[in-house]
Every structure is written in C-alpha cells, then in structure tokens.
C-alpha cells in the first residue's frame, strides 16, 4: 500500500467556494496472488472535505480488512465483499482499493478486459466530460474554453452562490453553448431548497440537468417536488438502497455513479444495474485519483448501454502528473476501455516509492 500526493494543474474550488482543494492524496494498492498475478486498486477521495471520506481513513481500513482479505480467492468478488462486510460494516469508500484490485486480478484470470466482466464492452467510446471550476462568470466561460481546446464536447460547471449570482451564471453558460454541447450545474449541496427552488423556477426556460441542489436527499425531495428541470443525485447516493429509494420516490433523472463513493465496482455494477433498469442515466467516474481508478470507471461505464451511459470524468486530466502507464486517455473528449487483460493501468512503481505498509496473509 502506498499513498500518492497528486498536485492539481490548477486550484479546484466548488459548492460556493466552500470547498477548496489543490492537491489530492491518493491511495494505492497492490494485491499479490499465488499464481503469479498482480492486481491494482486506487482510493482518492476529492480532499477530506467534499465526501465523509479521507485518505486516513483508507488506509486505517485496509489495515483492518487486510487479515480478512488476505488469502480469499480475488476472483469471487461478491464472497470478498461479503466478507469485508462482515468483517467492518459500512465504510464503503475503504472497501473500494480492495475490491477494485480483485476485480482488476479476476479479469486478468479470465483474460479479458474488466468491461467484459461487468456485462460486455458495449460499440463506441466513453463520451467525457469536464470539470468546471467554480468562479465568476468570466472564470467559469474561461475554464470551459480550456476543456473545449481539450476536445471536451459535455461540461459540469460548478454553481452555488446566492441566488442571483447562479441565476446569472446559469442564463450565460447555457447561452454559451454550442451545437452539440451539453451542460450540467452542479450545485454541490451549496442551496438550500428555498434557493434552489428560487433559482430553478426563475430559470425554468433552461432545461439543463441540475446535480445534487441541496445537502440531503429529504431536501432533495423538496425541491423534486416544486421544480420542474431534470434533476440529478451525486453525492447523496452512496448505498445501492439510496439508489432503490430513488427509483421509488422518482427523485432524479440522473445520478452521478462515483466508484470510491459507493464502496467500488461490486456495488456500482449493482447500482448501475438498478438505474438500467429504472431508465436512470448515469455519469460513470470516480472521486479522483490517477488513470488507474479512472480506467476502472471507463470499463464499468464501457458496459454499460446507451443512452443510460452518459459521461464520465477523468481526475487524472487535473493533474501535474499522472504515474500510471496504460489506461485511458481523452481522446478529443471520448475515452475507451483497454484491450488489455484485468483493467489495464499499471501505477509505475519508482514513482510511487517506499510503501506505507506491507500485508501478508497468515499462513
Ligand atoms: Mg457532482
């Protein structure tokens, strides 16, 4: 296990300014097998502010999982998860490095590209999108420029002020949209309901999807209630029954499905799952981290159909430096899953250096 600080090309801030980040701190797995096999997770939670999740926190639960884990066949990845699970309830985002690494070792056992156990590589690339930025108007117009030179089509711009600032933001930035652009606000949690309900009727003209408006899901509701704009879930979804209770109250249109998040591939392949079949379409990424968990996401992603396939973010193209050879890349604003067996990213060990720990199974 390693950790991994991951300098931001540029400082990052969202919901509202609230939140601030210029460098991440990764965490990096590798899982040895018997046979010779070597598996790769990654665990990157955006900062220790945006989620109830820290590096920390990762590596104290790989610690504690690390004598259960140890010595299971990688390639049952749900009789791992169960025993994750058994062994420290909860803490999905902990679980995630591990289960990634299995899922990364079952796929090189089966010779096959990890899409390919997740439901099959589905035609075409991964449609990307970028990550804009919270600030002024003009900030905002500037960052997306720099996506559109890096051949990004589809754009989630940073909103959360008061109300007149992101009624604002909102009018410009959809008018700046070219033919065959798409655009997401994504509040962050930044308003209340009584904002977002103010903000959203005021621009209900504008038809754009409108991410995570509130702190909590009851505020969610509210706002469902009173709104009439295609609505998505991001950081409230965190469990696969948060994602059943969604579908039942017909909360959202849309939800952002973040692999570190959610626990890992084993219960995002579940939540995907359940959105496919509600009709839910899913931005497919992870919470940041290097091309390694970003591969991961394009392979879940990859398998996962269209239309309900919408974007995916690559953390890694907000990076001084990337350590991972292989994976995906932005290829003019689409990304496609590796060839290559397992998930096809390998972190380059000499720039990761000394390990944090090492764990070996009891024998
Ligand atoms: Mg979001």
């Not at 991994?4 to 090309?9: E, H, I, Q, S, V």
């Not at 604002?168 to 065959?180: I, N, S, V, W």
């Not at 799952?273 to 390694?292: K, P, Q, S, Y």
Request: hydrophobic share 40%.
């Amino acid at each position: 296990m390693w950790g991994l600080d991951l300098a931001l090309k540029r400082p990052y801030s969202l919901s509202g300014g609230r939140l601030h980040f210029e460098r991440l701190d990764s965490t990096i797995l590798r899982l040895d097998t018997d046979e010779g096999l070597v598996g790769w997770g990654e665990g990157c939670p955006w900062g220790s502010t945006y989620l109830p999740a820290f590096a920390g926190g990762i590596r104290a639960g790989v610690a504690e999982l690390a004598p259960t884990v140890l010595g299971l066949d990688p390639r049952r990845t749900d009789v791992v998860y169960r025993a994750m699970d058994l062994a420290l309830p909860g803490h999905g985002y902990v679980k995630s490095a591990i289960d990634m690494a299995c899922w990364d070792l079952a796929a090189q056992a089966a010779g096959l590209p990890l899409c390919d156990l997740l439901g099959g590589r589905t035609d075409g690339s991964v449609r990307l999108h970028s990550s804009i930025p919270s600030g002024t108007v003009d900030e905002l117009l500037a960052e997306i420029d720099l996506a559109r030179a890096e051949g990004y089509t589809f754009h989630s711009a940073k909103i959360g002020a008061d109300v007149e600032t992101d009624v604002e933001r909102m009018r410009t930035l959809d008018a700046a949209m070219g033919p065959g652009e798409e655009l997401t606000f994504d509040v962050n949690r930044s308003w209340t309901p009584a904002e977002a309900i103010t903000a959203l009727n005021t621009t209900r003209e504008i038809l754009r999807v409108v991410e995570q408006p509130c702190q909590t899901y009851g505020q969610h509701l509210a706002v469902r209630a009173a709104v009439g704009q295609p609505l998505a879930i991001d950081e409230s979804l965190v469990t696969v029954d948060d994602m059943v209770r969604a579908v039942g109250d017909r909360a959202c249109e849309v939800v952002g499905l973040k692999v570190g998040r959610v626990g890992g591939i084993t219960p995002a392949r579940r939540i995907r799952d359940v959105a496919v079949a509600a009709g839910i379409r899913m931005n497919v990424e992870d919470t940041g981290g290097t091309a390694l968990s970003a591969t991961a996401a394009v392979h879940l992603a990859q398998a996962t159909p269209e239309p309900l396939r919408r974007a995916t973010w690559l953390c890694f193209d907000h990076l001084t430096d990337n350590p991972v050879e292989g994976g995906v890349a932005n290829d003019g604003g689409t990304a496609t899953a590796p060839d290559s067996p397992g998930i096809g990213a390998v972190p380059d060990q000499a720039a990761l250096g000394q390990p944090l720990a090492i764990f070996e199974a009891n024998r």
